[in-house]
């Protein structure tokens, strides 16, 4: 393999993210068959990709048990009607599950190896709650390789807090209400509803169908914010408002190699064009993004003012407020998050990486202008993830007006 | 059937009441409905029918059910008017749609006006669908039989799971007819032919259920999606047409030459199917072609009201009682048999051994192998018999697999796992040995003596005897409680039953480890004592020997032949008696006489016929034109005739005193027992229950022992009981 093959991200959807727990609406679903219809809905989005062609899916879940569990990639492939001749297998990297699925199928089709690739991820936050099942090692606390906050994201974010006395709880929760503001925003305009697959969901009251994200709360006041409580800290920072929520959700993106694309007549939503991964201290996880953000841009030889359209995951505002500072960007830049983010989307933890790109690769269509764009998470125990994606629509004529 | 004719009246102003008081613990089957937003800001209110339990206990249609469904109806329809809703669908919980009317409470219906009311209450409920003032759909996720599929025709549109495994009207499986709406809706919907197909024929072909794929097939689903986005396709779906982005086609549905021409010539050719396959005795299949018939035209309301009047008849009558108490042993009793030990008594079988390699051990050896996928070893007297058995065994495994039955995997596994012998040895690490050798007293002692030497202690060992005692059998063995008798009916593969025959001196082991393998056999086994003919053979027996003893003293075939006619039985005496062969039947009015000389006939002439060959004449597709000349001078000479209504009272009082001798001798436990054995063993018909049912209602129970099998009797509301046993109806 002399040359690298190019590798393009043909399309994305998702199902509506729901609001984990008994009065979520996805309590009664299973977490595998939110993952299969979104990776079915992709395949009826494309219908000139054969089935056949598909070399692999890679499928993210962080609690890899019961209905999360079986080699997901491989049993949605199944449940999902793919031929029996298409592999598949699961992925674990806690928040950036799908977005690791995006870059090992990447890395793939960039090899060489593959044309064709579904990556995905799917968390059911009501039916696997974080840290459920877990069985860390002793050591960790004995030998003091973490601090005691590490396994608690809550904490991790408050320490951020701690770490920048100027990142104060006010200007976490203006963040926090402008995300909301934001989604609010892209709903009315329609710009988030055409990249979801939607569920039919059962209750007690029947069978409905959903077809828009739960936990968005678009009467949020600052005032309302700023009432709320502390729970990872008597007098913190850190609330149900300026965080994400607990989720329940499934994602699915099509990547192909530039020949296939091509061969198939398949349209390029964004190109990829480098990713890194990097972790920090596992008790200020949500600074992750920084270092695996420089790393990737150095890969690609690029600087951050050559980044046009940021997708940031809203785990906690702290913790993009941290990122937009450490490369000079305002709170309330234009390029980031457009559409609004996880704070008030929600976060089900694996399959939020897809979500990133999916409203990354509409802004693409919408910005001729801008030629780079990226998408990046902060992880648990400690890391951050990086994928730089290039606007197939970029337009120098729009850059220069 | 009453034939007045039936007027259509308003549903609304009938007082459904009287069936609301027989429903007091039925499950109540909930209409939960759910708005689903469409395209265009219209809305789908999508109602689900569950009644809160899973999937094992299907959705029902109870009184109180459709009368919540009705209610609900009426407000979809006030939201429909305010332009709150386009479109309404019906759906059900996972994996069921609806099982039907809740036929656990037919039983309890009081009268025939009351069991009118549930067919009208039906139609009222249900008939909403077609009177929203928006299109209505049904979505049929799963299971859909009888009225859960009459939900579905009640709609203006319907689409299909892919996956669904059951839709079916089976309502003339049971002695009843689709009466709430299916036997009008279906043929104006998929054409008299396919109609025909789904409410008479397949109902009496084992009770055959249609897929997902049929269903769509016959146009009884306007479009079919797969299983994993089924309800979110379906609901797209319906948003096109709604929009009218889609239009829907039925190729299907009759049009008008089809109503001139096809329709009536159609049904007649379904009559004179059923009248030569089951006889006329069975009332439901004649009611429902009478209503496919008049489907042809005319409005819905008659046609509904027309099914109103068949099913209050219906359910008043004998028959249904009959048909329900039938379906109930063969469905529950069957699967539960009575006096059945601790199923962990049973040893475990990791290899069967089958003595002979006729057609009988064959047979038995390709059962085993294919049920219980362990070795199984056949043997005979030399190389050649053995060679011949397995090569028939090899032979139906390679059909099975041109069939597409088995994989070819599954085929070589199968294959592999049958041998042949000559060496008893080889015997020696099996688990059960069952023999199928000549049926003589002597020769069965002697194998299994034989044999013994070389098993293991622990071996079970079973003999399919018809007629000799089992405990005999066993006379010349060392350990006689290993000893069961496990006797299957002809042909091996198909009849459902085994009669398990507990010995004295069988232990609880054996026995038990005989009922676990029936059931694996997916056989319905039922035990009895060691009384000469067990159960089936020993009424069957007393049934022909009555048949023959008539034609010997002078009666003529004719007559005999139809002097039963109202039991309404798959065969005549004489056709059952070519079927099992008349030199097998003369042996067993032979065993029967011998064991019971005062009430069993043997029959000379019956020894001549088999020597002759044949009774019945037959054309060259073997229909049955006559009685042979050769054996009608065989049997001349007779001086004593009877008539037709002598042979059936003889028959009825010897069966009421015969089975009535068998429970008190305990053959059995319960006349149910002989019931299922008759149903599942003899295939007699569920409209007569069996036997037993049929022996009450007749009077023969009361004018020979002076009682009744069954307190209250099975029968209908409708019927006049005898005086003496009236069932008393609160």
């Known amino acids: 393999m002399a040359e690298r093959t190019e590798v393009v991200f043909v399309d994305g959807v998702r199902t509506p993210f729901g609001r984990a727990g008994e009065k979520g609406m996805y309590w009664n679903t299973r977490a595998d068959d939110l993952v299969v219809k979104a990776i079915t809905g992709l395949m009826e989005r494309n219908p000139s990709v054969p089935g056949e062609r598909i070399d692999d899916v890679a499928i993210a879940a962080t609690t890899q048990a019961g209905d999360q569990g079986l080699t997901l990639g491989r049993t949605a492939a199944l449940l999902a009607g793919l031929p029996v001749t298409v592999p598949g297998f699961a992925i674990d990297r806690m928040c950036a599950g799908a977005m ?44 003091r390789l973490v601090s005691e906050d590490a396994l608690n994201m809550g904490a991790t974010a408050e320490r951020i807090h701690d770490r920048f006395p100027e990142y104060t709880k006010d200007r976490s929760d203006r963040y926090a209400l402008r995300s909301q503001q934001k989604v609010a925003a892209a709903y009315e305009a329609g710009k988030i509803q055409p990249d979801l697959v939607s569920i039919a969901t059962r209750s007690a009251a029947g069978w409905g169908l959903a077809t828009r994200d739960e936990a968005p709360r678009p009467e949020t006041t600052l005032e309302g914010l700023a009432g709320l409580k502390t729970p990872f800290r008597p007098h913190g920072r850190i609330t149900a408002g300026n965080a994400s929520g607990l989720n329940d959700g499934a994602t699915a993106c099509l990547l192909a190699s530039g020949g296939a694309a091509k061969e198939l007549g398949l349209s390029v939503k964004m190109k990829l064009v480098s990713f890194a991964f990097a972790g920090v201290e596992p008790e200020v996880m949500g600074l992750g993004p920084v270092p695996s953000t420089e790393k990737a841009l150095r890969k690609a030889g690029l600087s951050i003012t050559d980044i046009g359209l940021f997708e940031l995951n809203e785990a906690f505002a702290v913790q993009v407020i941290s990122f937009l500072d450490h490369f000079g960007i305002d709170d309330d830049d234009p390029r980031v998050n457009e559409y609004g983010g996880a704070i008030a989307i929600g976060h089900p933890l694996a399959s939020s990486g897809v979500r990133l790109m999916n409203q990354l690769a509409s802004q693409f269509a919408e910005h001729p202008e801008v030629r780079y764009g990226l998408t990046a998470m902060c992880i648990g125990l400690g890391q951050g993830g990086t994928v730089i994606w290039e606007n197939p629509h970029f337009n120098k004529k729009a850059a220069k007006r | 059937m009453t034939s007045t004719t039936s007027t259509p009246i308003d549903y609304a102003t009938v007082d459904f009441s009287p069936l609301v008081v027989v429903s007091g613990d039925e499950v109540v089957t909930h209409s939960l409905v759910r708005d689903v937003p469409l395209s265009g800001g219209r809305t789908l209110a999508l109602l689900t029918l569950d009644n809160g339990r899973d999937h094992t206990r299907p959705n029902t249609l109870g009184p109180v059910t459709l009368l919540e469904f009705s209610a609900v109806m009426d407000e979809l329809t006030a939201r429909a008017g305010r332009g709150e809703i386009h479109g309404v669908a019906v759906t059900g919980k996972p994996f069921i749609l609806a099982a039907g009317a809740d036929l656990s409470k037919v039983s309890e219906i009081p009268s025939r006006e009351v069991g009118k009311l549930l067919a009208q209450l039906g139609h009222f409920s249900l008939g909403k669908l077609s009177t929203l003032g928006v299109p209505s759909f049904v979505f049929i996720n799963g299971l859909a039989l009888g009225g859960g599929l009459e939900v579905a025709l009640n709609a203006d549109y319907r689409t299909v799971d892919e996956s669904v495994p059951a839709i079916a009207l089976p309502e003339v499986f049971l002695g009843l007819i689709p009466g709430w709406g299916g036997s009008y809706l279906l043929p104006n919907l998929v054409g008299i032919e396919n109609a025909l197909k789904v409410i008479v024929e397949n109902p009496l072909k084992n009770n055959r259920t249609l897929t997902g794929p049929d269903a769509l097939k016959l146009g009884i689903a306007d479009t079919m999606f797969r299983s994993v986005t089924f309800l979110e396709d379906s609901i797209r779906w319906a948003d096109g047409v709604i929009a009218g982005n889609v239009t829907v086609s039925r190729p299907n549905a009759p049009g008008k030459i089809e109503r001139l021409v096809k329709w009536d010539a159609a049904i007649g050719i379904a009559r004179k199917m059923l009248e030569s396959r089951i006889g006329t005795v069975a009332a439901s299949p004649y009611a429902a072609l009478d209503l496919i018939k008049a489907a042809k035209s005319g409005t819905k309301a008659e046609a509904f009201a027309r099914e109103d009047d068949a099913l209050a008849d219906l359910i008043s009558g004998d028959q249904l009682p009959a048909s329900i108490y039938s379906f109930n042993l063969v469905q529950k009793r069957a699967k539960r048999p009575a006096g059945a030990p601790d199923k962990a008594l049973a040893r475990p079988i990791g290899k069967v051994g089958v003595i002979g390699a006729g057609l009988m051990a064959s047979q038995f050896a390709l059962l085993f192998v294919r049920r219980l996928k362990v070795p199984v070893v056949i043997t005979d007297l030399d190389q050649a018999r053995v060679d011949k058995g397995v090569a028939y065994i090899h032979g139906e495994i390679q059909t099975l697999q041109d069939k597409g039955r088995i994989s070819s995997d599954e085929a070589n596994r199968l294959r592999a796992l049958v041998t042949g012998t000559t060496d008893k040895a080889d015997f020696a690490d099996a688990d059960w040995v069952i023999e199928a050798v000549f049926e003589e007293l002597g020769v069965k002692q002697d194998v299994f003596a034989e044999i013994e030497k070389h098993i293991s202690p622990t071996a079970v060992l079973a003999t ?51 009922m676990v393998i029936a059931a694996k056999l997916r056989k319905n086994a039922v035990i009895t004592r060691d009384t000469p003919g067990f159960v089936v053979n020993r009424v069957l027996a007393k049934l022909l020997g009555e048949a023959m003893h008539a034609v010997d003293t002078g009666t003529p075939f004719e007559v005999v032949n139809g002097a039963l006619a109202s039991f309404g039985l798959p065969m005549t005496p004489f056709e059952l008696l070519e079927l099992v062969g008349l030199k097998v039947g003369a042996h067993v009015l032979d065993t029967h006489h011998a064991a019971f000389p005062d009430r069993f006939f043997e029959s000379t002439n019956l020894h001549r016929l088999a020597e002759h060959g044949k009774i019945l004449d037959r054309n060259s597709s073997g229909k049955i034109t006559g009685f042979d000349k050769g054996a009608v001078k065989i049997v001349a000479g007779g001086t004593t005739p009877i008539t037709a209504e002598q042979i059936l009272r003889r028959v009825e009082d010897g069966l009421a005193d015969e089975i009535k001798r068998m429970l008190d001798d305990d053959v059995v436990h319960a006349p149910e027992d002989i019931d299922l054995c008759m149903l599942l063993g003899a295939g007699w018909p569920f409209q007569m229950g069996g036997i037993t049912p049929y022996l009450d209602r007749v009077g023969a129970s009361e004018r020979v022992f002076g009682g009744t099998f069954h307190t209250p009797m099975v029968r209908g509301v409708g019927s006049a009981a005898p005086a003496s046993s009236t069932p008393v109806l609160s």
Do not use: C, W
Not at chain 1, 101 to 121: K, N, Q
Not at chain 2, 483 to 505: D, K, Q, R, S
């Open chain 2, 464 to 514: 399919n005897t018809s007629s000799l005692s089992v405990e005999q059998i066993g006379a010349k063995l060392a350990h006689p409680e290993r000893l069961v008798g496990f006797h299957f009916f002809n042909p091996v593969a198909v009849m459902p039953l085994i009669e398990v025959v507990n010995t004295p001196t069988t232990d609880e082991a054996t026995l038990s480890t005989a």
């Open chain 1, 100 to 143: 690791t699925s995006v870059t090992t199928m990447g890395a793939a089709i960039g090899f060489g190896a593959y044309d064709l690739a579904i990556a995905g991820g799917v968390e059911h936050m009501g039916r696997h709650p974080m840290g459920a099942g877990v069985d860390p090692n002793p050591r960790f606390l004995s030998e």
